[in-house]
């Protein structure tokens, strides 16, 4: 397996945590583009296979768009434009609410149901394959690593 010194073709940096921070960045970006392949054959982007699961996760329940946002994963997304890239493929439905005539609920429909499982299904078997390097106990000092970098 290369190192990100071979990856990234350099050998010298300011410090150890210069290095690190790098290959966080890079690594990111290389699982982000595993996961956007292995997302391919469903027609989903990352941002609405991350709505459709949020969604999915409600269980049936409503949500806004205010909540989605706070939910996703990239804090950077248009979801209100991911909402409606969705409604246009019929995997969710926006109504307004029934207490709040204001407010617009977004539901999951069964077609994203279905489509949201079998992209989970995937996706599944796409992170078993891709963190088949590292044993089960790194994945939780890994994590705990990553926790206490973000504070």
Not at 27 to 51: E, H
């Amino acid at each position: 397996m290369p190192t990100l010194e071979q990856e990234i073709q350099q050998t010298t940096f300011t410090s150890p945590a210069h290095r690190t921070q790098l290959n966080i960045l890079y690594t990111a970006g290389w699982i982000n583009q595993q996961t956007m392949q292995a997302l391919r054959p469903f027609g989903l982007s990352i941002q609405q296979f991350n709505i459709l699961r949020i969604l999915r996760g409600r269980k049936g329940e409503p949500a806004t768009v205010k909540l989605l946002t706070e939910r996703m994963l990239d804090k950077m997304s248009n979801a209100s434009r991911l909402v409606d890239k969705l409604k246009e493929k019929g995997y969710v439905k926006r109504q307004e609410c029934e207490t709040d005539r204001r407010r617009v609920d977004i539901i999951i429909t069964e077609k994203g149901l279905d489509i949201v499982g079998q992209a989970s299904e995937a996706m599944e078997r796409d992170v078993i394959h891709r963190f088949s390097h590292l044993e089960p106990e790194e994945f939780d000092r890994l994590s705990e690593l990553l926790d206490r970098l973000r504070g």
